[in-house]
């Protein structure tokens, strides 16, 4: 019984080498194989069971990777992730036998919780259907489409002869244009994009399921940092990186909650009268060890840890706070700035929150400057942003164009946003008391702004000169470290307060194009 045992068991493992496709190659190998072991009536099974075989193969791709085609999942037969890891370890031992190689491609869409705060759960789930069968339909029918945690796709490839960068950057961004046509919703025209990582078979860390998926895991979270719709392929320094960010998180996080992060605060000034007109909100790292941190070396950071929201909510709450510590010790300050970034101002919430936090410190919506960065307007097309925009402006809060000069913004976005004041940048404002060029810059825009009725503040102000030739070409409000250095409320109170007394030499000095 022994020997038949094992005669069956290799005619088992025969009849399994005999279904997949890349042992096709080597069917006269096995032929002669089968010949040697059994003799010339296996050499004519083979013969005759091949074509058959082959067929029964090609009749369920799914089954051939190892994963049916009824897995008890919602979204119409996707595998998940104990299935795919699965197939990804078959595949993965295989491959040096057959020569073959395979690739695992991670799909995350761009804003998911956007679309999620937008549309709801049940939406997105229907989204995240319609794009898993336009995937499928993109992929051979060897390949295996499997849903993650998270609201991510992840396809494993079908092994196959030619597999390398190229061909794997060019189907990534087939995937892409698979999911660029608009979803059709409940009388909605849904857009979603994605950004996809990848990584080679042969390039993973170790032949394992996991260690594959997981390095295309890395690589897609890179591609959505740099997104939308952004390609990355996995490479050995990327969990280094993702470390080293993970790490500057917590960081930031730990800053964040033990208040070290605050706001200074830097006075805007009338040109031609010098009373102060409001302050805007700048944030400043107190590090307990490096002292204050400008904000060129940590907010690039927030950005990247998706702590842009939480920062915004401190900066508000502080600008607020100082605002009615200022009413209440009688300094007339008329406005505070704070800035949003597009993150924010895609919060659908956004309106709602700050009506809640005006209310609560019981000031009016026209004391909050919202300071938005032109480029955000002149990539106007998200419905979201737009719609918040004009929602603060119907409330009553003062839209500020900041950077202005930089980002190409319209006439009719100026409009359509219903913007009150632009900010010149800095950039054209550095020595306009002598560059005839940068005259002609300032004065376009400062003759535009009067035209539609806009105030103008130049930023960046730095010399007597640079705020006399301001002043004479009109220009309406003026803020740089030429007036005062962004300061601590405390500071900027005693600011105000030696401005008012006419006290504090070196105050004054500071203070001295007012």
């Given amino acids: 019984m022994g020997g038949w045992a094992r005669r069956l068991d290799l005619w088992q493992g025969l009849w399994h080498l005999l279904g997949r496709r890349e042992i096709w190659a080597a069917l006269p190998a096995l032929m002669l194989a089968a010949f040697w072991l059994f003799g010339e009536g296996a050499l004519l099974v083979v013969a005759l069971l091949a074509p058959l075989v082959l067929m029964l193969g090609q009749g369920n791709p799914r089954e051939e990777s190892g994963i049916s085609a009824h897995l008890p999942d919602f979204e119409a037969g996707l595998a998940l992730r104990p299935q795919l890891l699965s197939a990804m370890d078959r595949i993965l031992r295989d491959l040096p036998v057959s020569g073959l190689q395979t690739g695992c491609l991670v799909i995350q869409f761009d804003e998911a919780e956007t679309l999620l705060d937008r549309h709801g759960r049940a939406t997105q789930a229907e989204i995240l259907s319609r794009s898993a069968e336009r995937l499928c339909a993109a992929l051979r029918g060897g390949d295996v489409v499997a849903r993650l945690e998270g609201g991510g796709l992840a396809v494993v490839l079908a092994p196959q002869k030619r597999l390398d960068l190229e ?85 930031l996080e730990s800053a964040l909650d033990e208040g070290q992060i605050l706001a200074h605060f830097q006075p805007q000034i009338d040109a031609r009268t010098g009373a102060v007109t409001g302050f805007e909100a700048l944030a400043r790292w107190h590090h307990p060890e490096r002292g204050i941190i400008p904000p060129g070396e940590f907010l690039p950071a927030i950005g990247d840890a998706g702590l842009s929201e939480r920062l915004a909510e401190i900066m508000l709450f502080h600008a607020l706070t100082a605002l009615t510590r200022w009413d209440r010790a009688g300094l007339p300050v008329g406005t505070i700035g704070v800035n949003f970034s597009a993150a924010e101002l895609r919060n ?99 003759s535009m702004a009067e035209k539609f009725d806009l105030e103008t503040l130049a930023e960046g102000v730095e010399t007597p000169a640079e705020l006399a030739q301001l002043q004479t070409m009109g220009c309406g409000q003026v803020q740089g470290f030429g007036i005062a250095k962004p300061m601590t409320f405390d500071q900027a109170s005693e600011w105000m307060l030696a401005r008012r007394s006419g006290a504090g030499s070196k105050l004054r000095r500071a203070s001295r194009l007012a």
């Fill in 167 to 251: 061909t794997l950057v060019q189907l990534a961004a087939r995937l892409q244009a698979s999911l660029s046509a608009p979803i059709s919703l409940n009388a909605a025209r849904i857009y979603v994009t994605c950004s996809i990582g990848f990584c080679l078979g042969s390039a993973a860390p170790d032949a394992t399921g996991h260690a594959l998926l997981n390095a295309a895991q890395i690589a897609a979270d890179e591609a959505l940092r740099n997104g939308p719709g952004a390609i990355r392929v996995w490479s050995p320094d990327m969990p280094s990186k993702r470390a080293e960010r993970d790490a500057m998180r917590a960081t």
């Fill in 348 to 446: 659908p919430r956004l309106v709602e929150k700050l009506q809640w936090e005006l209310d609560r410190f019981d000031l009016p919506p026209s004391r909050l400057c919202v300071e938005i960065l032109e480029s955000v307007i002149a990539a106007s097309d998200d419905d979201i942003l737009v719609r918040n925009i004009a929602a603060l402006s119907r409330l009553g809060c003062g839209i500020d164009l900041d950077d202005f000069g930089t980002g190409h913004a319209s006439i009719t976005n100026i409009r359509r946003f219903a913007v009150r004041r632009l900010k010149i940048d800095r950039s054209f404002v550095s020595h306009v008391d002598s560059d005839r060029e940068q005259q002609r810059i300032v004065g376009a825009i400062l």
